[in-house]
C-alpha cells in the first residue's frame, strides 16, 4: 500500500464509521509531515447541522492540534470529493494538496460539478483523485442501496 492508500483507508474506516450511524458515509483525515492531525466523518444527522461534514471536522481538529488556522503544511484525504463549502473551507485553511477516493457527480466542487480549484484564488490546492476510488464508491453505493431496501441503519458488515 502506498503512503496515499494508508492515510485513505483510515478515511474510509471514518466513512463506514459515518454509515453504521445512519450518515452519508464520507471520512476525511488531515495529515502534517507524515502523522494524522485531524479526522472527521459526517454528522449532518446526528448534529442537524448543515456544516457537519467531514472535511469540516478534520479541519477543526487540526486547526486545534495545531493551534493555528493555517494549514499550509498540511495534505487533506477524503473519500468524496469535497462541496463547495469544504472546498472554500480548504481554500482558506490554506491547505496545499487535496486526496479524494470518489468524484461526486451531484455536489463536487473539485470537478464533479465545477472546480473552485481552478479559480483565481491565491494557494490553489493540488488535487489528486481516485485513490481507493472503487473503495470509496463502493461504501457510498452500499449505504444509499441500504436506504432504498429500508434499512435504517447501515451496518459495516453490510460490506462484507
Not at 65 to 81: F, I, K, M, P
Amino acid at each position: 500500500m502506498t503512503e496515499q492508500e494508508i492515510y485513505m483507508a483510515r478515511a474510509l474506516a471514518l466513512a463506514e464509521e459515518a454509515a453504521a450511524a445512519g450518515e452519508v458515509p464520507v471520512g476525511c483525515v488531515i495529515v502534517r509531515r507524515g502523522e494524522i492531525v485531524g479526522e472527521g466523518r459526517n454528522r449532518r444527522e446526528e448534529r442537524q447541522a448543515t456544516a457537519s461534514h467531514a472535511e469540516m471536522e478534520a479541519i477543526a481538529q487540526a486547526n486545534g492540534a495545531l493551534g493555528t488556522w493555517r494549514l499550509d503544511d498540511c495534505e487533506l484525504y477524503v473519500t468524496l470529493e469535497p462541496c463547495p463549502m469544504c472546498a472554500g473551507a480548504i481554500l482558506n485553511a490554506r491547505i496545499p494538496r487535496v486526496w479524494y477516493g470518489a468524484r461526486d457527480e451531484a455536489f463536487g466542487a473539485c470537478g464533479g460539478v465545477t472546480n473552485l480549484f481552478l479559480e483565481n484564488f491565491p494557494n490553489r490546492p493540488a488535487l489528486v483523485g481516485g485513490v481507493l476510488g472503487e473503495a470509496c464508491r463502493q461504501v457510498l453505493s452500499d449505504f444509499f442501496t441500504s436506504l432504498r431496501d429500508g434499512k435504517k441503519k447501515f451496518s459495516p458488515s453490510d460490506l462484507i
